[in-house]
């Protein structure tokens, strides 16, 4: 079986928030811990940076192939849940800014989870639901919580979170991906970790039909056996998406739904309030009030926009954050954002570009 390997990072700046900073190592070490695996090294060094790295000698034969491809066969589902590892949840539930229902929707799933031994043990009901689940589906625009809420959902249930997203699942290879699924599932048995498995609806949309391509069958395949994990797992497994709508109605009707909406004034209030640590050094004109006025902004685009105003006024060597940069870290936001029209008409000068060149 693999050995995990310990990873050090070090080098990012004190000033870097320290959940921003705590990110980006987590994705780091899965990263590294990946390439290790599938490469068959026991050591590696990585240097970070703009200056061009020197080259370094090639990478030792594998004694034994454990790598993707014709010989991933070899490969026990133990093995290949390696790949996959859990960790600390990240944020307390109280972090949690959501409207009433939707902390009511949440809190009553958890609930749910915590009553599962004396209603299905003591009362029996195993007799007709031998494999309790809790399948929740988090719903929503994009930076409107979901993540954080699984998160959230885990330390309340004192349980580590095990993150896996479609692409981490995917394999170009037929049949590596059903076998993937069932070892994301395998390893949050493992670690009696809360599976959360975001951008779902790429797993969880409608099956294929008139299948004529491999890869069409290898999409069938990994949703099929999605089903079967689903049907078998013991534990709780949160899925996230954009597009619910795509959801084939096989999973629709196994999973407890809960949508996340933009945050009203209110909300945006209590979340910009939790975004600005005392530590932070705020000039005196900094109103949460007038910050919660500005609307169609997600908690996301407020995280990011106080992330972005403290990075500016550090760089610039100021002494306090003012009001005006938080505001103007947002609008700058808002002003980035992709609109549904412009994503269009760049997919289709993309396709026209693509068809001239055939």
């Known amino acids: 079986m693999p050995v995990r390997r310990?990873?050090?990072?070090?080098?990012?700046?004190?000033?870097?928030?320290?959940?921003?900073?705590?990110d980006a190592r987590r994705r780091f070490t899965e990263a590294m811990q990946d390439l290790l695996y599938r490469s068959g090294m026991k050591k590696i060094s990585v240097s970070v940076g703009t200056e061009e790295p020197e080259k370094e000698s090639r990478p030792p034969k594998r004694e034994k192939s454990t790598g993707y491809g014709p010989s991933s066969d070899e490969l026990t589902i133990e093995q290949r849940a390696e790949q996959y590892t859990s960790r600390k949840a990240l944020y307390d539930f109280d972090f949690l800014v959501v409207?009433?229902?939707?902390?009511?929707?949440?809190?009553?799933?958890?609930?749910?989870?915590?009553?599962?031994?004396?209603?299905?043990?003591?009362?029996?009901?195993?007799?007709?639901?031998?494999?309790?689940?809790?399948?929740?589906?988090?719903?929503?625009?994009?930076?409107?919580g979901k993540t954080l809420a699984a998160h959230c959902v885990a330390a309340y249930l004192k349980k580590p979170i095990l993150m896996a997203?479609?692409?981490?699942?995917?394999?170009?290879?037929?049949?590596?991906?059903?076998k993937n699924v069932e070892a994301v599932f395998f390893a949050a048995e493992r670690d009696g970790a809360i599976l959360f498995i975001d951008e779902a609806d790429s797993?969880?949309?409608?099956?294929?039909?008139?299948?004529?391509?491999?890869?069409?069958q290898a999409i069938?395949?990994?949703?099929?056996?999605?089903?079967?994990?689903?049907?078998?797992?013991?534990?709780?497994?949160?899925?996230?998406?954009?597009?619910?709508?795509?959801?084939?109605?096989?999973?629709?009707?196994?999973?407890?739904?809960?949508?996340?909406?933009?945050?009203?004034?209110?909300?945006?209030?209590?979340?910009?309030?939790?975004?600005?640590?005392?530590?932070?050094?705020?000039?005196?004109d900094v109103s949460v009030d007038a910050l919660a006025r500005i609307e169609d902004v997600c908690g996301r685009d407020i995280?990011?926009?106080?992330?972005?105003?403290?990075?500016?006024?550090?760089?610039?060597?100021?002494?306090?954050?003012?009001?005006a940069g938080l505001q103007k870290a947002v609008e700058q936001i808002k002003m980035a954002r992709i609109k549904p029209s412009e994503a269009g008409k760049s997919r289709k000068a993309k396709s026209e570009e693509e068809n001239s060149s055939e």
């Open 6 to 22: 310990e990873i050090h990072i070090d080098g990012i700046p004190k000033y870097v928030p320290e959940p921003i900073a705590e």
């Open 220 to 284: 069938n395949s990994m949703r099929s056996q999605l089903l079967i994990c689903l049907e078998n797992y013991r534990g709780v497994v949160i899925f996230s998406t954009n597009l619910v709508e795509n959801y084939d109605r096989a999973f629709d009707t196994r999973m407890r739904h809960i949508l996340f909406p933009m945050p009203d004034e209110a909300a945006r209030r209590r979340i910009w309030a939790n975004h600005l640590p005392k530590e932070l050094p705020l000039a005196k």
């Open 165 to 178: 997203s479609y692409a981490q699942i995917e394999s170009k290879y037929v049949g590596d991906g059903s």
């Open 99 to 144: 409207d009433d229902e939707v902390r009511e929707n949440l809190l009553s799933s958890v609930d749910l989870i915590l009553v599962e031994d004396l209603v299905f043990n003591k009362w029996n009901l195993k007799l007709i639901e031998p494999f309790p689940r809790a399948a929740l589906n988090f719903h929503g625009n994009p930076g409107t």
């Open 303 to 323: 995280k990011n926009s106080v992330i972005d105003a403290a990075l500016r006024t550090a760089r610039a060597g100021a002494k306090a954050i003012t009001l």
């Open 203 to 216: 797993l969880l949309s409608r099956r294929l039909l008139d299948v004529t391509q491999g890869a069409e």
